[in-house]
């Protein structure tokens, strides 16, 4: 059943995906803009929701399905936009449960226009909930280096594990403080940007995020060969890099263009498909897969 893209609209797909065998889920939906994304061929890809409304309508019964699917120790990474975070994050709440939220991830970057009008809106939002309170976080695995201040009077000092410490020494009672210079990212990201339009990673899908990211998250929230559901994978970042680091994974799309750059992107030129309409047409590709068969008409 890994190892799948299908194309068809989430909510239909994932009655064939079991309860509780999904350690993560990375859920980048459409925002709340009433906006057409096309591709290059100026062919539409899909609309997003027109209205807030709409988009927490869309949400709602995706999410109840996205819990069922979840491992007890499993976590979910809901990526938004300030346009509709706070309206998406009650519904998380009505969802996953208040005590079952862990962090809202603000996301930084820099790319993009500027506006003389208000600040510049750099920024999306990323809540992570667990579904109880147990749950899987490789601190160790996701550190970030912190970056030293240009005047620091500290020295810099590596251990023999290899660790790396700012070291100063108190004048007055001639002890000596050691800091780690790597540590646990925070809850603000402001160490990966956006892609810019040269970016060798350019699939040319336009709501596509950088392998960072997704790298971060899927490092922090799974162990090797746990299996990660994208169920809004659009040209498939979380897929590839799941792949890379040695991850199971699902992904699903609506949108037979983003399912056909995923496919490309991860490598294998097999498609199996059977009869199909739009939203029954499956590609299984790389090992395992074939589970999902059963949905063919
Ligand atoms: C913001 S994009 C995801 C981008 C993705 N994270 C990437 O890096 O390429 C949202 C995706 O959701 C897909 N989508 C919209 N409604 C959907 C639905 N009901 N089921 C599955 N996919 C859907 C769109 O086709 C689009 O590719």
Redesign the pocket.
């Known amino acids: 059943m890994t190892q799948t893209i299908i194309c068809?609209?989430?909510?239909e797909i994932m009655p064939s995906i079991p309860d509780k065998s999904i350690d993560l889920i990375y859920a980048?939906?459409?925002f709340a803009i009433a906006k057409t994304f096309r591709d290059a061929k100026g062919e539409i890809?899909?609309d997003n929701p027109k209205t807030i409304s709409g988009l927490l309508e869309?949400m709602a019964p995706r999410l109840v399905e996205l819990r069922r699917v979840l491992k007890p120790t499993g976590s979910i990474y809901l990526h938004c936009d300030p346009t509709a975070s706070h309206y998406l994050k009650l519904l998380m709440d009505a969802v996953f449960g208040v005590n079952n939220f862990r962090n809202e991830i603000i996301w930084c970057y820099s790319i993009g226009g500027k506006s003389n009008k208000n600040f510049g809106e750099k920024h999306d939002v990323i809540f992570w909930y667990s579904k109880s309170n147990k749950w899987i976080f490789n601190s160790e695995d996701i550190n970030v280096r912190i970056p030293r201040k240009p005047d620091s009077h500290m020295k810099v000092i590596t251990d023999e594990q290899g660790n790396i410490w700012q070291v100063k020494t108190d004048k007055q009672t001639g002890k000596i403080y050691k800091y780690p210079l790597d540590k646990t990212a925070n809850d603000y990201w402001i160490d990966i940007e956006q892609l810019n339009r040269e970016d060798s990673e350019r699939l040319h899908?336009q709501?596509?995020?950088p392998e960072r990211l997704l790298e971060r998250i899927i490092s922090a929230s799974t162990n090797k060969d746990g299996v990660i559901l994208?169920?809004?994978?659009?040209?498939?970042?979380?897929i590839a890099v799941a792949e890379k680091l040695n991850r199971k994974w699902i992904g699903?799309?609506?949108?037979k263009n983003?399912c056909e750059i995923a496919r490309k992107r991860i490598g294998n030129n097999t498609i199996t498909k059977g009869g199909h309409d739009d939203k029954r047409d499956i590609r299984n590709v790389g090992n395992g897969a074939g589970g999902f068969r059963a949905l063919l008409p």
């Open positions: 068809g609209d989430c909510l980048d939906p459409p890809i899909y869309m899908y709501t596509q995020k994208d169920p809004f994978c659009g040209c498939g970042t979380t699903i799309d609506i949108s983003a």
